[in-house]
């Protein structure tokens, strides 16, 4: 038992994922905001729809469009139209605090229970007048330091994931397992350049169709998740998924190489020379040449954010980590049991013919 300890560890850690992955519900966040421009000097009624805040007529409820750091509007009149709707009136001054005719606000909403969350450019306000030093002289200043705080922590709310969110557990952690397989093949290809032995080749032979096997799996879980955010199942104009379809066919074409050579000894050592080549590329491919590109909807691509506050909090770390870890070694695991598939054939092979 204690020698398969690392195996009893991935189960634990894949059923913790499960379980609190589904299990821990979402943060509030802000869906809609109707309407969502307007013109400064004029009082606006808002009709805020809401996710997850299960709001009661009588809590305690404020909401306000934030300007900077410095300067907010807070609502005057504010209705629970229903569980996740709200009805907030501001009335907007004439001049505000900023040298653009047209700009984009932030609304923030802080409730008893559910705390504070907020949606970025939630609504646009259009000055007629700019008046800079007026605005700077007139405006009350508001301080955006004492908001609710909520009762639980929970997953955070992002705009368009939504429940979605969840996926990262699975979809992420078949990368990294990927990844961190063909390493493992790696390493066993050289010591068989070094060594010659047989064992080594089929080690890592084995390790890399796990490894595909993952890659399959990112890939269907990558499928499900674009269609529920991006509207499609595939699309090539995103360079991560065409990147991870050519890393792929570059695997595919290693058991096709394998095929094709009778010899074992040739085939062992063009294999291991094959996956060298290969690894090196899936490397640039998956992880170097996506950052070279300008724009992708990947976070860690194009500039966007990625293991980072705009992607990752606390709360989601506590699961993915251990995702990532469990299904890494699972794949190990899998790995190994393929190995000894392999054994057991070569031996009946042998003793049969």
Not at 306 to 311: I, S
Request: charged share 15%; proline share 5%.
């Amino acid at each position: 038992m204690i020698k398969n300890w690392w195996k009893y560890l991935a189960v634990v850690l894949i059923l913790y994922c499960i379980v609190v992955g589904i299990m821990r519900p979402l943060n509030p966040g802000i869906l809609q905001v109707t309407p969502i421009s307007f013109q400064s000097g004029t009082t606006q009624e808002l009709i805020i729809g809401t996710y997850n805040t299960n709001f009661e007529p009588q809590q305690s409820i404020d909401a306000f469009i934030k300007i900077n750091d410095a300067y907010g509007i807070q609502n005057t009149k504010l209705e629970v139209l229903a569980p996740n709707e709200l009805k907030a009136t501001f009335d907007i001054p004439a001049k505000l605090p900023n040298i653009l005719k047209r700009q984009g606000y932030s609304l923030i909403l802080s409730a008893d229970k559910v705390g504070s969350f907020a949606r970025p450019n939630a609504v646009t306000i259009v000055q007629k007048d700019l008046d800079l030093d007026g605005a700077m002289a007139a405006w009350p200043s508001n301080d955006f330091g004492n908001f609710k705080r909520p009762e639980k922590l929970n997953f955070p709310f992002r705009a368009i994931l939504y429940e979605s969110l969840r996926n990262l557990f699975y979809h992420v952690p078949m990368w990294f397992g990927m990844t961190f397989l063909l390493m493992g093949s790696l390493g066993y290809a050289v010591r068989y350049l070094m060594t010659n032995k047989s064992s080594f080749d089929t080690i890592s032979k084995s390790m890399i169709q796990i490894a595909v096997l993952y890659g399959i799996l990112g890939c269907a879980t990558g499928s499900i998740w674009a269609r529920g955010t991006w509207g499609t199942w595939w699309t090539f104009q995103e360079i991560k998924l065409t990147v991870s379809a050519v890393t792929l066919l570059l695997y595919f074409a290693y058991f096709l190489l394998r095929s094709a050579i009778d010899d074992e000894a040739k085939r062992a050592r063009i294999s291991a020379v094959y996956n060298i080549i290969s690894f090196v590329a899936a490397i640039f491919l998956l992880f170097v040449l996506p950052r070279m590109v300008e724009s992708s909807l990947h976070p860690g691509n194009g500039g966007n954010p990625g293991f980072g506050g705009e992607d990752l909090d606390n709360t989601l770390r506590t699961v993915f980590y251990p995702a990532v870890i469990g299904w890494t070694l699972l794949g190990f695991w899998l790995a190994q049991l393929t190995y000894r598939t392999e054994l057991l054939k070569d031996y009946f092979l042998e003793k049969y013919d």
